[in-house]
């Protein structure tokens, strides 16, 4: 009995081969491109829906609405400095609290703890940052405002009422609510991102930076001062961007515990509102058509061009540090 002959696998040309790869890149690209132009779309119907929408109250009150400190519904009167205050006063303190946090958090778990810890506490930092952000409104309700009004303001009031400078930072009555407590429970909230970023930045860090400026005599404050520093300033800009953008637009959170006061002071433990929680309570109460659902649309509106002024701003100092 004779075998048959092998089948041959048929021969697929070379210019056959190349227009089917031709074919799945340009496939590939026009998938990919979709998806960038979805987001630019989706990115200017925002920024469109939102300038449309508040044109009626720039209209009515000019472009001097951002720095009009009024906010009246009943004689029909508004103006964003007031919250825009709160929400640019709330986000840098957040941030002043959580970068050392982070940094200090992100440094530890990387150069310091042990391997087994490290890996426990960083799971417990990826489990915070995943925490509701109406969690934290509620733990600082319940938990940071008594203790603001109880302690810390008192003994504010106590000990420095009479030092200039500083006497204007803690007047007010002992409400527990202000722009400090929704700095806190802020910084409390975007530490954990901020921690996650600057971690996997140290990671990347190649050893042998580190070993040889042991090597060198080197101290852990030099190493992170003068090795980790420059090297991951980069990734820190970014990871401090990424907490800054999160406070900025945080809603619920601030709601609980800012003390939602339209108004301007520069006392850090007096009721205030941001932007997010100014709309988060007027939005359902504002008629369509009305100047009042206007004016809350245009603050939308100047809060993201301040989102975009700050990401604008570490883009320049990623630049200047290059």
């Not at 709160?86 to 303190?93: E, M, Q």
């Not at 722009?179 to 802020?186: F, K, P, Q, R, Y």
Request: some cysteine; aromatic content about 10%.
């Amino acid at each position: 009995m004779t075998l048959a002959p092998a089948r041959q696998p048929d021969k697929v040309s070379v210019p056959e081969t190349r227009e089917k790869r031709s074919r799945a890149d340009t496939a590939f690209q026009a998938i990919v491109g979709g998806c960038s132009l979805i987001v630019l779309i989706a990115l200017g119907g925002l920024v469109l829906l939102m300038g449309v929408g508040g044109q009626e109250a720039f209209r009515t009150f000019g472009l001097g609405f951002t720095f009009r400190n009024v906010w009246n519904p009943v004689a029909n009167d508004y103006g964003a400095w007031a919250p825009l205050f709160g929400t640019i006063v709330s986000t840098l303190i957040g941030v002043l609290i959580a970068m050392p946090l982070a940094f200090g958090t992100a440094f530890w778990l990387t150069a310091i703890a042990p391997p087994k810890v490290a890996a426990v506490v960083g799971t417990a930092v990826q489990l915070l940052a995943a925490v509701p952000s109406i969690i934290f409104g509620m733990w600082g309700f319940f938990t940071i405002v008594p203790f603001m009004a109880r302690h810390v303001q008192p003994f504010m009031m106590h000990n420095f009422r009479h030092v200039p400078g500083i006497n204007l930072l803690i007047h007010g009555a002992p409400f527990g609510t202000g722009l400090m407590t929704a700095g806190i429970v802020l910084a409390m909230m975007i530490a954990p991102f901020m921690t996650a970023v600057m971690r996997d930045v140290f990671s990347a860090m190649p050893g042998m930076l580190r070993e040889s400026a042991y090597g060198l005599g080197a101290t852990r404050w030099d190493v992170m001062w003068k090795v980790v520093v420059p090297w991951s300033r980069t990734g820190m800009i970014g990871a401090t961007v990424l907490g800054m953008g999160r406070a900025l637009g945080e809603t619920m959170a601030v709601t609980f515990v800012i003390g939602n006061v339209t108004s301007v002071g520069w006392s850090l433990f007096a009721p205030r509102s941001t932007v997010a929680s100014l709309i988060a309570l007027q939005f359902p109460e504002s008629p369509a058509g009305s100047l009042r659902l206007s004016s809350l649309l245009a603050l939308g509106f100047i809060l993201m061009l301040l989102s975009f002024a700050s990401l604008s701003l570490a883009r320049m100092l990623r630049k200047d540090r290059k």
